[in-house]
């Protein structure tokens, strides 16, 4: 959620103030541009950026458009929202493959932008899309470099084509030559080529990068750039652009950064797009950048298409169909919640998916509150039960449940309410399958709707089944009785009301005088 999180807030603030117009004055749109500006400025956006915004903003909200909407603050958030994909760079730009394999793709930028793990993750990420990706150890001059793409190679599940131990050793412009040879020989479809960086901008870091760029004529050069990095963006990348020239943008670190100037600032000054985006620590978490899916986040205006592309991702249909069917059969377990759980994980971070939402932004507080490591304590617990514990957690008793908390480290009032929960999960989940509607924990059952309780049928509600036979029995014959002791309703002193079995017991007239009799 820390994604543009600054920004997202101060705009939405701001349209919150325009909903109450029913007509838009040029004050009220001066009033906006200005806060629409300090938002920029505040989220490290260039100021040649932020002028060129605003003025845009402005000169259409000032238009007959406007004047003659409707509803004039959503026209506003629509221009501001059109606004924002322009500067993010308009239409989303995917990777142009060589026409005859293999696709060198190139990766410069300064040292700490996170080169080498965006190495692993666009090889992993190729890698699902069906091509077969070798990574390059090009960067020889940091320490360790080489060790840490081969760690990030293995990881990812990708061949790391490294000939030298590096740290100081060894020609980066011969290691990209001899990767080409290797990759055509061994039928590697793309090749990508980790570069060395630098602390700062400099002559010898642009001199290497060219002479890589020159020895391998890559299709693609993939800046790599911190997007924590604010203002110096601006000047890393017009820097680059002058001296090694490339073909994309890939924002790195993402996720920590609240403001997101970096991002709204490269594509605008350099004319180049931004193609991906690292979104966390992990090898998944890398996606192509769409500047209006990123524009609607900024503006809480959700971005649903993402949401449902990872869902795909990580959802198989024939397991879902299965799943329901046991829903509906009542045979729903704690495996099959296991499993679930299990592809959740899969599609991604809980937090990033929920930001997704529209309107996300005003639950910030409970998603940044929200602790991921729930699930992993929730796993643990039903990996610590039996298979048999699994199907039937009918059967966990207290001796069962101690032994579970202390395999899955947890308490045993954890595991207590993973029970509880999961039973009300399924009994919510049957009753949706059958088409009724669930009745939610502390509210009653909804008006003219099929869920909650039954309503009790004639002859008193049916009674659970006790499990001891002695108690059954006796309760089996009280019930026996049950309907001669109902006829003597009324009489406190031991008389049978009059009956087919008892013909000489009062009747109601006469227990009616004996009443009044005692009453005097």
């Not at 759980?341 to 939402?357: C, D, E, F, P, V």
């Not at 309410?417 to 009994?427: C, D, I, P, S, T």
């Amino acid at each position: 959620m820390a994604q543009f999180g600054s920004l997202s807030d101060r705009l939405t603030e701001t349209f919150r103030n325009l909903r109450s117009k029913g007509r838009l004055s040029p004050s009220d749109v001066d009033g906006t541009v200005r806060e629409i500006r300090r938002a920029l400025l505040d989220a490290d956006v260039a100021l040649e950026v932020v002028k060129s915004f605003t003025a845009a903003v402005r000169e259409r909200a000032l238009s007959d458009e406007v004047n003659k909407a409707l509803n004039p603050a959503q026209q506003v958030v629509q221009i501001v929202n059109e606004e924002l994909v322009g500067i993010l760079g308009g239409q989303q730009r995917r990777l142009e493959f060589a026409k005859r394999p293999p696709t060198v793709i190139m990766l410069a930028g300064l040292q700490g932008a996170g080169k080498t793990t965006l190495a692993g993750k666009l090889g992993k990420w190729l890698k699902k899309d069906g091509h077969t990706p070798m990574l390059v150890a090009a960067d020889l001059q940091r320490p360790n470099a080489v060790q840490q793409l081969q760690v990030v190679g293995e990881q990812a599940g990708v061949h790391v084509f490294a000939p030298e131990p590096g740290n100081g050793v060894g020609d980066p412009v011969k290691v990209a030559k001899n990767a080409i040879k290797a990759a055509v020989d061994q039928q590697y479809d793309t090749v990508i080529v980790d570069t060395a960086g630098r602390l700062g901008v400099d002559a010898e870091l642009m001199k290497q990068a060219a002479n890589i760029r020159k020895a391998v004529d890559p299709d693609e050069v993939l800046f790599v750039i911190d997007a924590m990095i604010g203002q110096d963006a601006v000047a890393t990348a017009r820097a680059f652009q002058e001296g090694v020239d490339f073909t994309g943008v890939v924002l790195s670190k993402l996720d920590g950064d609240a403001r997101g100037g970096a991002a709204l600032s490269v594509a605008s000054v350099t004319g180049r797009p931004i193609m991906f985006a690292s979104t966390g620590e992990g090898l998944d978490d890398f996606e192509p950048f769409h500047p209006d899916r990123m524009a609607s986040r900024i503006l809480d205006l959700g971005d649903i298409l993402s949401l449902i592309e990872q869902a795909q991702q990580a959802f198989d249909e024939d397991e879902a169909r299965k799943v329901a069917e046991k829903i509906a059969s009542d045979s729903f377990t704690l495996n099959d919640f296991l499993e679930q759980m299990q592809q959740l994980r899969k599609a991604g971070s809980i937090k990033g998916m929920l930001g997704m939402l529209p309107g996300a932004k005003g639950m910030r507080e409970a998603l940044d509150n929200f602790d991921e490591g729930e699930i992993v304590r929730t796993e643990a617990i039903i990996q610590s039960m039996t298979k048999q514990e699994r199907e039937l957690p009918k059967l966990l008793n207290g001796s069962r449940r101690l032994r579970i908390a202390k395999g899955s480290g947890t308490t045993v009032t954890e595991v207590n309410a993973l029970v509880n929960r999961f039973e009300q999960a399924a009994k919510m989940m049957k009753t949706v399958a059958r088409g009724g509607v669930p009745q939610m924990p502390g509210m009653g059952p909804i008006p003219g709707m099929h869920g909650g309780k039954k309503k009790q049928q004639q002859g008193g509600a049916k009674k659970k089944k006790v499990g001891n036979p002695a108690k059954r029995a006796a309760l089996a014959s009280g019930a026996a009785a049950q309907p001669q002791q109902q006829a003597a309703k009324g009489s406190g002193f031991g008389f049978g009301g009059a009956n087919a079995k008892n013909p000489k017991a009062p009747t109601e007239e006469e227990m009616q005088s004996l009443q009044k009799f005692l009453g005097r």
